[in-house]
């Protein structure tokens, strides 16, 4: 008849066992594709504070951590420039000249607070450290916390400064300033100019 040869029964099977292997592979082959996927998309999605890369989404109105109740959120730390006004990390608070003293709100917004995110505090009355004869209050940030005022000035972190201590937002653009333990701007840079 047409169409109904005897097939050996060695050649079929080596026809099973040939599909098996192949489906075997495949499987096998889309096993380690989705393994890899799932490892590379976990690898991809941890966050760095450390990148400085085009890549990482920018948050509109960044703010720092706020800093827990009771935690004292400032007080006087070594930098790059002596004892000047920290965070309770260590890191150097500043003051922006464009601020009006006592005017209850920032002028810092939009793009400068990428590069300048304010210090906050969960709570209106924040506790601060060997810092006797400075007026520490509060004012609402965007964010729906507190952010800190140091003689009617607000504060605020510098983008640049990674690790406790450094200081290297000192005089950007002669309006950002570090202060002293009286909450008086600092105007001198590291080489005392």
Request: hydrophobic share 30%; charged share 20%.
């Amino acid at each position: 008849m047409y169409g109904s040869a005897e097939v050996p029964q060695e050649a079929r099977h080596f026809a099973v066992t040939e599909n098996e292997d192949s489906m075997r592979r495949t499987w096998a082959l889309a096993a380690i594709v989705a393994v890899s996927l799932t490892f590379s998309s976990c690898a991809y999605d941890r966050t760095d504070s450390g990148d400085t890369g085009g890549n990482a989404p920018v948050s509109p109105t960044p703010t720092s951590p706020p800093a827990l109740p009771g935690t004292p959120v400032l007080k006087m730390g070594p930098t790059t420039l002596g004892e000047v006004m920290v965070d309770e990390g260590g890191m150097t608070v500043y003051v922006y000249d464009k601020d009006e003293v006592g005017s209850g709100a920032s002028s810092c917004r939009d793009t400068c607070l990428q590069s300048w995110p304010p210090v906050t505090s969960v709570t209106e009355n924040p506790t601060v450290q060997g810092l006797q004869e400075v007026v520490i209050d509060t004012i609402p940030a965007a964010d729906g916390t507190h952010q800190l005022t140091v003689n009617g000035r607000p504060v605020y972190r510098y983008k640049d400064d990674n690790e406790p201590g450094d200081a290297y937002g000192q005089a950007v653009g002669s309006v950002w300033w570090t202060l002293d333990s009286a909450g008086n701007p600092v105007t001198t840079t590291a080489g005392g100019e």
